[in-house]
């Protein structure tokens, strides 16, 4: 009996132990698959290089418009908003009061000039007696006298003409440019005040070519006086100087707006080391008759600095960095899909379409991971995908057209609003 019983135990104690084992046996694991990535090879093109500022644009004229006159305002003869051309009647001003000095004043001198006449006449009389001694001396001094009081009157007369004559003149005033006027800030049946600076009665700017105004350092000046030099012998049988411009307004693509750099300042800011340049831009008005520009608009132009030359090109958001060494992650194909770390050197420009050169480091074959770069790390395979180098529109909100801007131009903006603020055109 004791027997039996000690074999029920040691068959129950086997029983849990092999359940025991078979609790404490880890489950089969099956390997993780592969990374999916997207991989692209290089670009190989034609590139430019590009000094990029930002700007302001402005009228190459630009009036203030005031009446020379006192009196009430008769007639506003324009549109607000509307293209004038020069002397084109604006406003018209009461001009009763100086047609009557006029009046008066040419009764002045027909009254001077009856004195005048009557005064020779004396002194035609006088004149032969005073010799005989019928006449005294003091008598034809005084006939002298009338006539030069006489001559006086009739020079004070003429001033007084001319001056209602042009004052009448002033009571009608014209545009003094061609462009676009802006609202009539006094109508009609104001009394306006000569000179006043309280009386503005509306202001004009030209439209066409319009200036873009931007600040460029040392170095870059004279890298362009030096472009101008090369083109002016390239180009001398022609004579032309004018370095090619390119601007972008905020809401273009690219740079589709072509133009010149008309305009060097005459010194260097020694407190910025910057001299302010100007770009003249062409302003035709489109098939809607209205006109791209006006001034006062923020601008972005660039300078080529360079012949286009070919270059190895990557998108800019495959590479990537440690600390001050710039790298890509490549697929080597050759060993089952390996990642790999490749180090090179690059530009500091970015293309318009979010590529930038590879100046070292790449052959030009390689398989570049230009997606996915997140999940993949060197010594790791992967599942490429292959794809032609990723693009970007050539957008007006480039962030990163220009990383290593020599000019600083971040703070042009207010630079050149402070500017016209202190001292703009009148």
Not at 52 to 60: E, I, N, P, S
Not at 249 to 267: C, E, Q
Not at 409 to 418: A, D, E, H, M, V
Request: charge should be positive; aromatic fraction near 6%; include cysteine.
């Amino acid at each position: 009996m004791c027997a039996k019983n000690l074999c029920i135990r040691c068959v129950l104690f086997l029983a849990m132990a092999a359940g025991m084992a078979a609790c404490n046996r880890a489950p089969a694991v099956s390997p993780p698959s592969p990374v999916e990535v997207v991989v692209s090879q290089p670009v190989k093109e034609h590139i430019e290089d590009w000094d990029t500022y930002t700007g302001l644009v402005d009228a190459r004229e630009s009036v203030e418009v005031r009446s020379r006159v006192r009196g009430q305002i008769m007639k506003v003869l324009f549109t607000d908003g509307d293209e004038v051309k020069k002397d084109k009647l604006l406003f018209v001003i009461d001009d009763s009061p100086f047609r009557a000095d006029l009046k008066q004043a040419q009764g002045q001198l027909e009254t001077w000039q009856a004195k005048l006449k009557a005064a020779e006449e004396k002194i035609a009389i006088y004149k032969p007696l005073a010799d005989k001694g019928t006449v005294s001396k003091e008598e034809l001094v005084q006939a002298y006298g009338a006539k030069g009081e006489a001559l006086g009157g009739i020079e004070t007369a003429k001033g007084k003409i001319l001056d209602a004559n042009t004052n009448i003149k002033y009571c009608n005033i014209v545009a003094p440019i061609t462009g676009k006027i802006s609202e009539a800030l006094l109508t009609q049946g104001n009394i306006v005040n000569s000179g006043s600076k309280e009386n503005l009665l509306t202001t004009i700017v030209s439209v066409d070519p319009l200036y873009v105004y931007f600040y460029v350092n040392e170095r870059a000046l004279q890298t362009y006086q030096e472009l101008r030099r090369r083109q002016f012998e390239k180009e001398k049988k022609k004579g032309k100087m004018d370095l090619p411009v390119e601007m972008a307004l905020t809401n273009d693509s690219g740079f589709p707006r072509k133009g010149v750099l008309d305009f060097i300042d005459n010194k260097v800011d020694p407190a910025t080391s910057s001299v302010k340049v100007r770009a003249r831009f062409e302003n035709p008005k489109g098939a809607d008759g209205l006109r791209a520009m006006m001034p006062g608009l923020f601008a972005r132009v660039r300078i080529a600095v360079a012949d286009p030359y070919p270059a190895t090109l990557v998108a800019d958001r495959a590479i990537l960095s440690d600390q001050s060494l710039k790298y890509v992650l490549v697929v080597n194909k050759a060993k089952d899909n390996v990642v790999e770390r490749v180090d090179i050197t690059v530009s500091n420009r970015v293309q318009d379409n979010g590529l930038r050169q590879v100046e070292a480091g790449l052959k030009g074959d390689e398989w570049v991971i230009v997606e996915g770069v997140n999940r993949a790390r060197p010594g790791v395979t992967v599942n490429p995908k292959e794809a032609k180098m990723p693009r970007r529109a050539e957008a007006g909100n480039q962030k990163s057209e220009d990383r290593s801007q020599k000019s600083g131009s971040g703070g042009q903006k207010s630079k050149l609003k402070s500017q016209k603020s202190n001292g703009g055109k009148k």
